[in-house]
């Protein structure tokens, strides 16, 4: 699955920005469809999760009431919602789809296909 991720830019500090991620084609109802993101110099990490059949959700600590995952079915598109964004959020945010199991949803190699990529920069 080729994964489209869009929706990045340049805002400031407690600004909102939501990014996109399109499936070329109809998402299977057990994958899991995740956002995480890389920021200069430090490794990718998780943000969230979202299982595409139940929309069970899962968020790191460092977002967890900031930002919402969210879906479209009819679009085969999954949506980050972030809201107060800090200059910490600055990353390039990927998507991801998988099948991981609970416990291992927050591991990059628990998904098998990736999205390009988009830049968010969060100016203080």
């Known amino acids: 699955v080729q994964l489209q991720a869009s929706g990045g830019g340049l805002v400031q500090a407690g600004d909102s920005l939501r990014l996109s991620c399109a499936a070329p084609?109809?998402?299977?109802?057990?994958?899991?469809m995740a956002w995480f993101r890389q920021a200069p110099g430090k490794e990718r990490e998780f943000v969230a999760a979202?299982?595409?059949?139940?929309?069970?959700?899962w968020y790191a600590d460092s977002v967890k009431g900031r930002f919402t995952i969210s879906t479209d079915n009819a679009k085969n598109t999954v949506y980050l919602q972030m809201n107060s964004l800090k200059p910490e959020d600055t990353a390039v945010y990927y998507c991801?789809?998988?099948?991981?199991?609970?416990?291992?949803?927050?591991?990059?190699?628990?998904?098998?296909?990736w999205g390009q990529g988009t830049l968010v920069t969060v100016s203080s």
């Open positions: 979202l299982r595409w059949t139940n929309t069970n959700t």
């Open positions: 991801a789809s998988g099948t991981p199991i609970v416990s291992t949803i927050r591991r990059v190699s628990s998904y098998s296909s």
């Open positions: 084609g109809r998402i299977r109802s057990n994958y899991v």
